[in-house]
């Protein structure tokens, strides 16, 4: 049937559950990687798929850098991580997770940079001038 208005309720729920929980691990530091270990993270936000079995990740370090390096560590200890979080979760069948770097923040600053540009403001400006003009009459 398909996902015409987004997740359900019970994938936001789980969704949710599964952040809390990996953000509780890595605060823990129950994965002995140098990695991950000297790395603060936050999981932002974690998007089941509609079946359960998959779980997508969106993590970020609290310190720009290192990345793809971070990635590669998580990616590397996911069968591990997905064992810590089996018994938290409850769930008929613990969802694979997949981790991915977020890049909202990023693509927040670029939009950001972007509508702070004087080019861009003039253009701005200027619209918000037509439309006074085009009322004052």
């Known amino acids: 049937m398909g996902q015409p208005n987004g997740p359900s309720q019970r994938q936001l729920r789980v969704g949710e559950l599964i952040r809390h929980e990996l953000a509780q691990v890595f605060s823990r530091s129950n994965i002995h990687d140098p990695v991950i270990e000297r790395t603060s993270l936050t999981v932002l936000e974690v998007k089941p798929s509609p079946d359960l079995k998959i779980a997508t990740a969106y993590v970020r370090p609290l310190m720009g ?4 390096e971070l990635l590669e560590a998580l990616n590397r200890h996911r069968r591990h991580i ?8 409850k769930l008929k069948f613990t969802p694979e997770v997949r981790f991915v770097i977020d890049t909202v923040l990023d693509e927040a600053g670029r939009i950001d940079a972007i509508l702070r ?4 403001a003039r253009d701005f400006a200027k619209d918000s001038g037509d439309e006074d003009a085009g009322t004052a009459s």
Not at 65 to 68: L, P, R, V
């Open 65 to 68: 850098g290192k990345e793809s």
């Open 82 to 89: 997905r064992g810590l979080l089996a018994p938290k979760l």
């Open 117 to 120: 540009d004087p080019s861009v």
